[in-house]
Each structure stands twice: as C-alpha cells, then as structure tokens.
C-alpha cells in the first residue's frame, strides 16, 4: 500500500517520499484508517513536526489509527467479509454532500442520506469527484486515487453494513477493531527538534523520518492481526477473541491503574501511596518537574523489582531538592506491560520539606539573588528544555513553625503576605516543616519587577526575622 499522505505532501514539496527509504511497506490487506496533524508548507507557523522553538521537541510525534481484524458475513455467518468496511470520505471545514441539501427523495432525511452514502455502490452517487467511495486499502490501492486533493489522506469515516445485515431483532454481527498508536519517545522527539533548529536536518529528512511514523503503526495492526486472526481461521465471538489473546502474551490487555494514586511532602523526601492491583506484577512510578504535561522528561524513580504486586507506597528520595516541584505519575505491570499514564497523574506538584530550625536566627532565602538571566540560560539556552516552574520563586529555610512571611518594597508598602502552616499529609497527621516558596508575584498576582525587597518572618511563639531578597529581571 502507497501512503497518500505521503503522496500529497511530497507533491506539495516538489519530493519523492513514497519510495527508496522514504517509502512504507506493503500492508496488503490491512483495513484501517488513521490521523495525523496535517503539515502545511505554505503556512509559517509550527505544525506538524515542527520543533517547539524553547525546548526544541517536535510537535506530533504520534499517529493514531483504528484497524479493522474481522467482521461478520452476516448474523449467521461468522466467517470474515472482505468488503469491509464501507468507508466515507468528509472534508472537515465544509458540510458532507446530501447532508444540507438531500436529494429530493430523502428530503427531511439527511442522515439516511449519509448512511446509504456510505454504503455505495447501490447507495447514491453524489458526483464522480467528491463522492463517497469505499475503502480501497484492502485492494492494495492509494485511498482517494484521482479524487481533489483535498479529499485525499486519512481523514475518513468507518462504517460497515450492507445488503447481508438485515438484522432482525436478537440478532447480532461481531466486529473486531484494534486501536493503536506509532508514536516517538520523548528524548527522541527532543533530538530531532533540536537538530532541526541547528540546521542538521533537512526538510524532507525530516518528513521523512516522520513518516516512518505510519510504518510503526502499520507494524502493530500487523502484528496484532496475525495473531489475533491468522490465515485461515475465524476469530468472531468474545470468547474466540479472548482465547486467542491468552495464547499471546505479547497482545494481552494492559493492566487496570491503581485506583487512587496520592504524592505528600516530607522531610528532604516525597511520601508516594496508592491501591493495591490484584494480579499485576508491580509497580512503576514516573517523576518530573515543571509541570504536568511532560515538557521536562518523566523519568522512572522507581520499579517492579522495587514495587512488587503488594506494595501501596514508596519514598523518594533520588536526588530531591526543597524547593523543586515534582509531578508524579504510577503504572501497575504485568507480563513487562504497563497501564495508562494519565489516570494516575499528580494534578499539583509537591516538593520536600527541611526540618524546622531551633530558632528564627536560622532564616535564609535561596537563590538570592534571584536573576532571570541566569535561570534563562541555564534551563532554556543550555538545557533546551523550558523554564520551570520552581525556577521561577524564591524558598525561604529555617522557619521554626506557624507564622507569617511579609514581603515590602524598600519605601514599606507590603506587596505579599504569606501563611505558613505545617502541612497536613492525612486525617490527624501534622509536618513541621522549615521551608517556604515564594512566586516572586504580588498578592494581587503580577510578577515583582527588578529591585531590592524586605522580608520579615512573624512567629508568634519566637519573635521576628527579617532579610533582603534581590530580584534581577
């Protein structure tokens, strides 16, 4: 099989990127359809595998598809149709044909309009050029062969039925579909941005090393169709399906995440507890900073040979630094497989605490000075990742317990007042803790501007302190 995208972008490019190593392999008989942020090269804009221009990763790096295994003849018929499925073409920004305005036949009926659209030929042809057509790719053929241009690539619709489904009530067709995507690691997306922005890549290196994308993808319906329904057999009913997926362990289910998933702070260590999976070989838990999106890379602090089947919770104290705001995420495994990533991810970043200090005589703030410069260059510049977020606030050490922390400008006038109380990791549990952040922002919320700043800690049960703090902008 051609890719078509490849065949349109390369057109747009004045490239060659459907052969030679720029080519995917032939799928055969693979039904599927698939997505991919579209690249435009007459838009300046970032898109499709363009590089993020602070951290230089590439945008896109994953391709989504659905793929077709079986589908019943008919209701009593559980052999495979190979005129499966009917497929429909849309044009996202513009209404489908004989939607707005049916035939006159099926006027008041705009959706039995579609549907019989679908299922051409023995449906309504809306025009040799724009009409919906059935899915070629079994046949080996470029989807949209001939049609506009803009009816071309791997926006499309499944659907199946026919003349063999006449359902009657208590009947019923069995369907097979496997999701997947193809997608980039992290590092590597990280990578290829950062050659692109120093010019070590070319356009159509970087096209075509993005569409290998598709192969990976192509690779796993493959794969997962020859198992789940080799040459010669039928796998229709749930329990065919599901004797088929135990024979192979490399096509089992993922297992179920941890229903709760909670991260504390402690002293100069993060407090980590979660629910128990039955039948999971244990557990992995995933950490970075800045935020929550991943903008910084996850990086595993701990394992199934760390976390077996029965562990709820776990330390961490690699490399923590008070101050520093960690997000977390847990995985449960099984058979080397993890569960999903997003149902466990922390919503707020928690970070160590220090121990309080004898007394308020202790107090410091670091960094001072805090300069905007250095924390650029060191994070954006030299890094190449962006800035985040605990490199953008000032922690105050050596607080003794319950106080407040006033931030004046040198002429008196307080700009910020902050509460600090000992944490409250669970029902009953108190932490005296020493530190305290500051977002360098007033209690109005805008960022302080360059200049000096007083502090004054006010600690009922041990006096005052007081200190400068040196913003550089």
Known sequence: ????????????LGMDLTS??????????????????????????????????????????????????????????RS??????????????????????????FAGRGMECIYRQMMWPGGIVVDNEKRFQRDAIHDGQPYGAGADAQFIGPQSVFSVGGDNWDLKPGEEVNMIEVSAVGGFPYQEAVE?????IAGTMSEQQRLTRYFTLEDSLFTIFRRSQDVIEPAGTNTSTVAELEAMLAANVDLQSAPANPSTFTANSSTDKLELSWTEVSGVDGYRIYRTTGNRLGEQPWVRVASESDLGPTATSHSDDMDVQVGVGYFYYIVSVKNGYESGSFATRTAKAVSPVTTPAGDLSDVYVVPNPWNWRYQNKV??????????????????????????????TLDGVEIKRIEHEPLQ?????????????????????QPVVSGIYIYVVDDPANGTANGKIVVIR
């Open 1 to 12: 099989m051609t890719s078509d995208n490849k065949q349109v972008v390369g057109a747009l």
């Open 20 to 77: 030679g190593t720029g080519g995917v392999q032939n799928y055969g008989d693979l039904r599927t359809m698939y997505g991919y942020d579209g690249d435009s090269p007459s838009w300046a804009g970032t898109d499709f595998g363009d590089p993020h221009l602070i951290t230089g990763r590439m945008y896109s790096g994953k391709w989504p598809g659905l793929n077709l295994v079986h589908c019943d003849l008919s209701p009593t018929d």
């Open 80 to 105: 495979d149709d190979p005129d499966q499925p009917r497929r429909c073409v849309y044009h996202n920004w513009a209404a489908m044909p004989g939607f707005n305005n049916p035939p006159p036949e």
């Open 192 to 196: 290829m941005g950062q050659q692109w």
């Open 379 to 408: 994070f954006v510049t030299e890094v190449g990742n962006p800035l985040p977020g605990f490199a953008d606030q000032v922690t105050f050490h050596g607080i003794v317990g319950k106080c407040t922390i006033h931030i004046f």
């Open 425 to 445: 990791p669970g029902p009953g549990l108190e932490l005296k803790f020493g530190t305290e952040v500051w977002d360098l922002k007033t209690d109005g919320g």
